[in-house]
């Protein structure tokens, strides 16, 4: 066939790379820099077979957009913790880690609830959660991706666990390769990965990758962690994953705030709104891992001088397994 | 408002439309809560003022030139007003909902028509001079640079070039 110059091929060959060329280009624009607010990042942990008194909470400030550098931290605050029952913990500074508190004398116990409460440049906050159970994971393994879309090279951490019966559960899962946490659990689905037990209550869950998008290179050291959430929490980390996996698209949830569970109680915010905006559920939830669910903001107030958007949130935290090494062969 | 005006073998016009969409949404039992504190913000589809001007000049006996140029204000846009990080991920604090607007939108259109067989066929580009137009903005976390965020313009069509033949049915209607 001659039709390599044919003027047909050359006319579909220019359709084909314009149609291609539209996407995405890196602008510089400038934004009007907002107030700085405190930021909440803790949450207070209780590590199966690893149970300890040691608890970390980070207090940083918000920046500039696009200012590029590391977030600044937020020294000289009070920080404590009240346990159900009026135990007081206090949180002292850490010495080389500014605006990281940190105790050695909190145990948390499940079901128990606590209280957290920060003064930070005269201004009070608070928020308040229940420490939730966690079943443990049964079995941790690897095995090629299973059920979706996309690449399905290389194997993926795959877990095993039974749901707690008898109540609704939340989860949310961190994998370590080789001592380093996921941030990106794969692009195409969400930064964190949080489910709902909806449907599944009390089954057993098999086969489930929760950083399927994410294949494991061989002889890697792989931890899978598995996380209990209350339903505020779980709902505070989709709209996480809704907001950073926002790529401008049509299809895409509007640019909203995400709030958190902290509340500053000294501009006068009393109670909270539920944030009007509201991600659209995803239903992805064919296989038996449930992706089944719905989400909205997180409640709390946009106002004032200085409030909040933090998560802070505690959970019983479990270690799956030890860290696995994934096969060589 | 429209202006029509013949000069010679040309005819053309230009429209030019003003309107503005506002959305409000209120948390029901709440005084003062919902998106901006339950005001009105602009639509997502608002284009407060479009202007179009349109020309068609025929080219000998079969030929017809025509092309339109329209202007049009941008979208809004919501905009981040400081960033926070957490577990890793830096996340966007926004500022009032759609108060922003992307770049003024514009495009030119041109194409040829003649009449085939029964039909018409047209010969076309639209966007002919290839602007991007954004189509909306993304704020993210740079992949190659975990401090870095970054803004991102999304566009839809460059330069896209058609061809399309439209039959008529004179009349046949049933």
Known sequence: MKANNSPVRRWCVMVALLATSACEKVVNITVPEGAKQLVVEGRL????????????????????????????????????????????????????????????????????????????????????????????IDSLYFKDRIGQLGPQEGLRATIDFRDLAGTQNFYLWDQFVNGQRLTAADSTFRTRVVAPDDGLDGRPISQFQPYDGIPVSKGASVLV???????????????????????????AV??????????????????????SWQPKSRRPGRSRHSYLGQSMGVGAPRLGIAPHHCNFWWTVMRRGCRPRVAPTG | ??????????????????????????????????????????????????????GIRPLGAKWTF????????????????????????????????????????????????????????????????????????????????PLVTEAVRVSIFGAVPSISYGLKFGGAAR
């Open chain 1, 45 to 136: 942990e209780r590590v199966r077979g690893a149970v300890t008194g040691q608890q970390r909470i980070r207090l940083t400030t918000t920046d500039a957009y696009f200012s590029n550098t590391a977030l600044p931290p937020a020294r000289g605050a009070s920080v404590r913790v009240v346990e159900e029952g009026g135990r007081v913990v206090s949180f002292g500074e850490v010495v080389n880690e500014p605006g990281v508190y940190a105790t050695a004398d909190l145990i948390a116990v499940v079901n128990r609830r606590y209280t957290l409460q920060i003064i930070y440049q005269n201004e009070r906050y608070e928020a308040t959660e229940v420490l939730r159970a966690v079943p443990p």
């Open chain 1, 225 to 251: 962690r598995q996380m209990s959430l209350s339903e505020p929490v779980y709902r505070f980390y989709r709209a996480l994953s809704d907001q950073s996996a926002n790529d401008g698209s049509p299809f």
């Open chain 1, 254 to 275: 509007p640019l909203a705030s995400v709030r958190g569970n902290v509340s500053n109680l000294t501009n006068g915010l009393i109670g909270r709104s539920a944030t």
């Open chain 2, 1 to 54: 408002m429209d202006l029509r005006k013949r000069v010679g073998r040309t005819t053309g016009w230009i429209s030019y439309t003003m309107a503005r969409a506002e959305n409000r949404y209120r948390a029901s039992g709440l005084a003062g809560a919902g998106i901006d504190n339950g005001q009105y913000f602009p639509a997502p589809s608002d284009k407060t003022h479009e202007l179009s001007i349109v």
């Open chain 2, 66 to 145: 025509g092309t339109t140029f329209s202007l049009a204000s941008g979208l809004p846009i919501t905009y981040p007003t400081k960033r926070y990080m957490v577990d890793g991920l830096l996340l966007a604090e926004y500022g009032a909902r759609n108060a922003a607007r992307l770049p003024v939108y514009h495009r030119l259109d041109a194409s040829f028509t003649r009449a085939l067989g029964r039909g018409e066929l047209q010969l076309g580009v639209y966007n002919l001079y290839n602007r991007f137009n954004a189509q909306s903005m993304a704020f993210r976390q740079s992949k190659s640079n």
